[in-house]
């Protein structure tokens, strides 16, 4: 079993869970009643089996890149701990109790449920031919606030795009970091990203702008559910750890990458989503 949470990464599904809790809460604020708690079970487990699929694909797709790259040697099946099958049936049983809980949740969410794994599993077939990848992944984590909001709805509110496109962007903004480290390799790979593409500083200023609007659009959703001051607070707390990483980076260079990517997003996901709840629960 815990050879299948480390190929899947479970430790980062912080980065998706917090703003997934924020798309369902946000329908209860917006008047919507409370799902029953076994429709709230199916939306959490729909997120993970979501999250599962994208991973144990992701993880599929590319072992025999991961095989070469002296950074990637060492994950799950390059280094024999479990079978290219199995991490590809782990995939497609997880795709399919996905479309079964989003059938159970309603219907819009079970017409959607195709979309978005195509956006999900997608994604990893993305470096072999543009260098817009990092925005993919973005959509993938992007659309997991709507996803919950539609599973509570059965609709959705155009204002939740404010804080879509603002998670798609700070998630292609601190992947770009990341890519960093892969520069060369992909480059001699051929592989498409846009580190590749530009280079570690125009790369370094990307991201920046990226993080930059995405702040800029958490801020717009803070004014679009009526400017709570927790909320408020949550924002800036985002922020300044978004601005802080890219400090520490210029700073440190790559040594500091896995900090920035990990940590640091972790953590800003987390506060931003604690700050909701507890504005929600005030409230």
């Known amino acids: 079993m ?6 899947i990464k479970f430790s980062h599904t912080i980065f998706s869970l917090p703003f997934a809790a924020v ?7 917006s008047g919507y009643k409370l799902p029953t708690w076994l429709t709230a079970l199916w939306i959490l487990l729909a997120l993970i089996a979501a999250r599962t699929a994208a991973m144990a694909f992701n993880r599929w797709t590319d072992y025999r890149i991961d095989a070469k790259n002296p950074r990637t040697q060492q994950r799950e099946i390059p280094a024999g701990i479990i079978k290219p099958a199995q991490a590809l049936m782990l995939a497609v049983i997880s795709s399919a109790i ?10 819009l969410c079970l017409w959607l449920s195709p979309l978005a794994l195509l ?5 990893s077939y993305t470096k072999r031919f543009t260098s817009l990848a990092h925005l993919v992944l973005g959509i ?3 659309i997991a606030p709507a996803a919950t909001f539609i599973a509570v709805t059965g609709t959705f509110d155009a204002g939740l795009l404010f804080l879509c496109f603002g998670v798609m962007l700070w998630t292609a903004g601190f992947d770009i970091i990341y890519a960093l480290q892969d520069i060369e390799f992909d480059r001699s790979e051929k592989l498409h990203s846009i580190p590749a593409a530009i280079g570690y500083k125009k790369s370094m200023w990307l991201s920046a702008a990226f993080h930059a609007i995405s702040m800029t ?3 717009a959703f803070w004014l679009y559910i009526y400017g709570n001051s927790i909320v408020l607070a949550g924002v800036i707390l985002f922020s300044i750890m978004l601005i802080y990483q890219h400090i520490d980076v210029h ?11 990990g940590t640091m997003n972790g953590v800003a996901a987390l506060v931003y989503g604690t700050a909701y709840l507890i504005a929600f629960l005030l409230n």
């Open 2 to 7: 815990i050879r299948y949470l480390r190929l």
């Open 23 to 29: 798309g369902f809460l946000f329908a209860l604020d």
């Open 98 to 107: 996905f479309i079964l809980l989003a059938a159970l949740i309603n219907e």
């Open 119 to 123: 956006v999900i599993l997608g994604y």
């Open 140 to 142: 993938g984590l992007g």
């Open 217 to 219: 659009l958490m801020f």
């Open 251 to 261: 700073m440190h260079g790559l040594k500091k990458i896995n900090l920035a990517f």
